[in-house]
């Protein structure tokens, strides 16, 4: 099963929030969402899930339309962190909403993982700490039985012994029950040991979709030093300066093939060492300008 986003558009208040955004999302992967803040995730989140209404494009299971097959919708889940319409309730009677609403909807499974994490179910959900709303989400989330599930930061603001136990859960869900999760997040570490892909959100559309493990068989980073002050050519046409401390350049090379590898050769750096390839490396590539054509030394 494929859900595709087709040439999606939204205006609110007569702006342009989301302009042109596609992307296909296969069941199985895990989709990293990544954007500057105020960039427009959570917008596209609650319009994948007709929250807001798109003005133009759609988004389609299969071939069909959303938009046309509301039963569909049963099919992409997304728990809005702001919007709570159970903040007031206990987890029994949560359980009991999301029964009705979600055919799949496994009431036994949700309490026990809310027993899992010792979380009584006539606790009331705006009781819990931050940490254990998280938890409860994410059992919700499970337990729904639903193919396609939107995460939106699920990782702000909690502690390593949950935030483990999120990412535990995502990685069984996509590995045993064929789940598939859209996480938006700025933290962008737990986001790179479980991302398949990354959709960068700039301008209002997906400006770069990395598959990250076919990125990194072609991209490497290099620190170099160089000899003169002058930045090699190579450098300025074929790498992207990510960091600048003296004369220590870190560069981004995304295609480095035996062509621009010679180059870097060929100027006779002082220093190549390779260096880890992370998810904030192509961040910072996506977000920052390039460094001017000398080092300041």
Wanted: net charge negative; glycine share 8%; hydrophobic share 45%.
């Amino acid at each position: 099963m494929e859900l595709t986003v087709d040439h999606l558009g939204l205006a609110i208040a007569g702006k342009n929030v989301l302009q042109d955004v596609s992307f296909r999302w296969q069941q199985g992967q895990v989709l990293g969402l990544v954007g500057r803040n105020g960039v427009g995730k959570t917008t596209l989140m609650r319009t994948l899930t007709d929250q807001y209404r798109a003005q133009q494009g759609g988004v389609f299971l299969g071939d069909a339309a959303l938009c046309h097959h509301p039963a569909l919708r049963q099919q992409l889940l997304y728990i809005d962190p702001v919007n709570l319409f159970f903040k007031h309730n206990t987890l029994a009677q949560i359980s009991r909403y999301f029964a009705e609403t979600y055919e799949q909807f496994d009431a036994g499974r949700f309490a026990r993982l809310a027993a899992d994490h010792d979380l009584p179910m006539g606790k009331q959900y705006g009781e819990l700490s931050k940490g254990y709303q998280a938890l409860v989400v994410m059992a919700l989330d499970l337990a729904s039985n639903v193919p396609f599930v939107c995460l939106d930061e699920p990782f702000d603001g909690l502690d390593l012994f949950i935030r483990e136990a999120i990412v535990k859960n995502v990685i069984a869900a996509v590995a045993n029950e064929d789940r598939s999760f859209l996480i938006a997040s700025h933290d962008l570490r737990e986001l790179d040991g479980l991302a398949d892909r990354v959709l960068f959100l700039r301008n209002g559309t997906i400006s770069h979709d990395y598959d990250l493990e076919s990125l990194r068989e072609k991209a490497v980073k290099l620190q170099l030093v160089f000899k003169d002050a002058e930045i090699p050519q190579v450098v300025r046409v074929h790498g992207q300066i990510l960091n600048v401390r003296g004369r220590v350049l870190e560069v981004l090379f995304k295609d480095y093939d035996p062509v621009v590898e010679a180059a870097v050769k060929a100027a006779e750096p002082v220093l190549a060492a390779p260096l880890p390839l992370e998810l904030s490396d192509l961040f910072r590539s996506e977000y920052q300008d390039n460094e001017g054509e000398r080092v300041h030394g």
